[in-house]
């Protein structure tokens, strides 16, 4: 948790950010739901609690049951939740009052809980512009749906100011979440504060740790979830937990393979995609292949070294203005260059990069906004996070999947992810459907059928002229450097 | 995963224990609705899977996307699910079809999910008994309301059988899940199968290596937060993860304590109440107290050996036809009367635990159903699940927290975890309300207010002549054992 003044000044900002929203008296209530717990198996045995991640961005209150209103015209701040009884004592220890609780965050005013639903009633009724987020949890969804009055599909979608009829008190829209709202939320977000920097830094370290004791533990006849329960246990013992389920498999070739049965075999690939969520909630997302054997084979090397070489690429590229799909277009053509040398494909690298053939070997893109969330503010809009106003999603498989595209900006955090897989069903239906213009060489991708998949990612931060790594730590990534720090 | 035998058996089972709630061709569906990717911080970046525990049950499968509907007139199964197509397959790997999961739960019929909702609604147009268990997850009741057009709360409520207006299509009762089936399904996952306690069995190891690593790991200077990354990570490597957020805590006065950001102090108690989930999903609950300085003090040797018999008395008094709220008040008494020679309580032991004296103390239960859920079934209704039709809950703190009362039969699995705490909050409480009825010693507990709290669990298998404690090893309990076995 951060001083009182981050999340006070952040909520300043978001109050003239919204300014142009409406003229004066006139701009509504910017209201922000807090989680509640969520049931694993069944409710009261709930999962690791979350908190929504704007909301923990503007109002820091870690905990469930708590709801918080900025009143745009009056410039009133009111945190609400309910302080404990002796109950909540007994099973949960003494708790500071919701009031100490508002102090830290240097809310004007606090509430109980049932004050936010007749105070978001009243502005309903009053005919007020009602502006929020659109929910992420079903159980938010339900919430705003009754709350506002809208059909739960609405209150996950972004329009121009939402407005309730004051006649009928229904939903005059389908989509009833703010645009406004959410485009104010993102500027700032993507923009990321020396605090929050330290945060992801420290994530990242958590990320090296975790990463580290895999690659410690990675030997023929282990078993992948033994090593999967290593990297996990250090992300609770130094943070959260993950930033996202482990992905570790043999079976590269599966971007996100969350089965973990079998056991480390000789002469095979192990990828690990996998971050760490500080206890402040901040994400790291990192990926590295390693050789089962303790040595990559020829093969496996000529492709480790075009991705090393692509991420590397991708590092150097970035930089304020710069736009990152540049990025991702320059990295398709290193690789489409690599793969080329080795007789996979065939043709001008550019038309090769205009045809996406990338996309066969790559079918994602280069990399995503990590903050708060590792793929950050998602739910707010993939599109409206990860694209300018002037940018278009492309069609073509793989870059069409590029989640960050937009012009980079000092402050901010970026993955850099390149990764070559050879996926037999995705293979076999472009040489079907000749998808690839003649561009790719079957025959000689047919030894590759079995080779699995190789992702290396690192996470970037934008500086002033360039960019720098995020962690104290880089994880081991030139092929020599990982076969030495296997131990055998 | 059991063979399709055992998830056949238990439909056939099902269907024959609903014979009863209508005549032949007027029984109606029953719909299992299985769960769905719960969202951690946003859609996508879901918390780890966990099936509806039910829906695991009786169909076996354990990934989201799937619903299941037994006719109870024609016998006619059916599993609902959707085949992959090349977009899944690149990002999770080819995966077997609907079909043949279908076959492995010998479920008669596979069909893709949106015949599922047709059928419901056919049935519902037919006026046709529509049965269901109340739902869990906020997404299966938003599911469920909209599918059955009834309001979320009704979902979530069990009442006698439940029918839809044919007319209207409208819901006709405020409580509209199935009694019946709820009744039914508890009846039978109260009472284990073999193939089950062998997985608890599982799972009862894996929370035996979770407390030795914390014993282990357990010094001065250490963070609980280590602690808790160093189980929990044993769950992961070898089973499914925790079976509910650990507690680990110093101040073991807090019942269900999940901060973790103390370290660990001389002289004082660590109380670690943690447990694992199999693979196959099925849980385990230990809990033991430790002395953080590796011996326990004078004073915590008093209490812990209460604690300790306690526990003991319990797992002797465990048996078939024996009620367990009867041996909840033995320990009640058993308790009373150390704490009596103690000077803390005075008065009959008979007359202390009729005024419930015992819950000042033990303001929970002596134990709970465990099985596929930790609490098991917790969310059928507290009530149809631990207590027989002739019991009702007492009033009383404590001994009204009790979450199994039923007369014990082979085959229940049940926790066995007595513990004594000091909570300022609730001793100040009891004083100011003179709610002890003058049995207890005020004065001479006022040295105990920060002596924290200790609970020793154990979980118990009902056999045909007694119990056995469940798992191949059992954690050092007695005094002195835990003393030999902590690291100094």
Redesign the interface.
Known sequence: MFGKEVYAGRRRKLLELMQDTGKEGQRGIAVFLGNTD???????????F?Q??SFLYYWGIDEPGFAAILDMDSGEEVLYGNDVD?DD??????QPSVASKGERIGAGRTAPYSEFFETVRKAKTAGRHIHFLPA????N??MLSQLIGCP?EAVRKTSSVYRTSPDTGSCNTEAAASLELTRAVISMRLIKEECEIEEIDKACEIGYLMHTAARQACRPGV?E??????M???????GWGVS??TILSQ?G?????H?HHQTITPGRLLLIDAGAESNTHYASDFTRTLPCSGKFTSRQRDIYDIVADCNELAFQLAAPGIPYREVHLAVAAKMLDGLKALGLVNGHIDDMVKEGIAGLFM?HGLGHNMG????D???LGEDLVGYDDDQKRAPQLGFGSLRMARSLRPGHVITDEPGIYF?P??IN?WKAEGTDHGMVNYSALEPYLDFGGIRLEDDLLITEDGCRRLGPHRLPIKAEDVEAAMVR
């Open positions: 969520a049931p694993q198996n069944y409710r009261g045995n709930d999962y690791k979350r929504e991640s002796i004592i007994i099973w949960m220890g003494p992420s949890r079903y159980y969804t339900m739960a078993k979830q033994d090593i999967v329960g290593i996990e246990g250090v992300t609770i013992s130094k996202f389920t079976n070739e599966t971007l996100h393979n089965s079918p708060i969330d590792v793929h503010m998602e739910d996926i069903a995705l239906k």
